[in-house]
């Protein structure tokens, strides 16, 4: 089977959504869905279609499995990261009403002080395969597409974010060449946030 990668659009935010809810877990429903999956996959759905922010389709590339959609790549400059996280609180009371807001801000200010990339960094911030098309080397492509958009800005480090626990995922990132750079324990807020923490990892380009 043809595997294609191409640059994501709008009509792609339903698929989307289901594949970027699915790589945070239950961190994604306690934080993002502030306890509810379905709120969780419609903001997603909603910055997806959107443009300007950390979800936004114009930083994704689809995956196509004789053509149909099997996977994607969301990554960007770390430089943007900033500007990306205020166009998704731009639409932070649409989503989630004024109430569900003041939660959400409650909420990531306990996730404050950890910074996912730094301006000379390419963020791999979701890789996601749809469970039907697994081990078949989408993963591997996906990750050989982020070193190739990373080199063609001129950065030279790939940085990601991968739940502790995870153990399919860090062992597909180290024989990629990632390592572990760093761990972020949420301690006193793991049962809140549904997840015991973070490993940050790297690979020099």
């Known amino acids: 089977m043809t595997l294609n990668l191409r640059p994501a659009t709008k009509a792609d935010a339903t698929m989307a959504a289901a594949l970027l809810a699915e790589t945070n877990g239950e961190f994604g429903v ?3 869905g502030l306890g509810s999956a379905d709120l969780q996959y419609s903001a997603f759905r909603q910055w997806f279609a959107d443009s300007g922010n950390r979800f936004s389709f114009q930083y994704t590339t689809i995956a196509e499995k004789s053509g149909v959609a099997s996977g994607l790549l969301l990554a960007f400059q770390g430089a943007k990261l900033a500007a ?4 998704c609180a731009k639409r ?3 989503i ?4 569900g807001a003041i939660k959400m801000i409650w909420l990531n200010k306990s996730l404050t002080g950890n910074k996912e990339a730094e301006k000379g960094e390419y963020l791999i911030a979701h890789l996601a395969v749809d469970k039907d098309f697994r081990r078949q080397g989408i993963a591997q492509a996906l990750l050989e597409k982020a070193e190739m958009d990373a080199s063609s800005l001129g950065l030279s480090k790939l940085v990601l974010e991968v739940e502790i626990g995870n153990h ?3 062992t597909l990132y180290r024989k990629a060449g990632f390592e572990v750079i760093n761990t972020v ?11 015991p923490g973070f490993y940050k990892m790297s690979k020099n380009l």
Not at 84 to 87: F, T, W
Not at 96 to 99: D, E, I, S, T, V
Not at 185 to 195: C, G, P
């Open 168 to 170: 399919k995922a860090v």
């Open 96 to 99: 989630y009403g004024l109430f």
């Open 185 to 195: 324990y949420f301690n006193d807020n793991a049962a809140r946030f549904k997840s």
């Open 84 to 87: 990306l996280e205020l166009g």
């Open 30 to 32: 306690a934080v993002l």
């Open 92 to 94: 932070i009371f649409s």
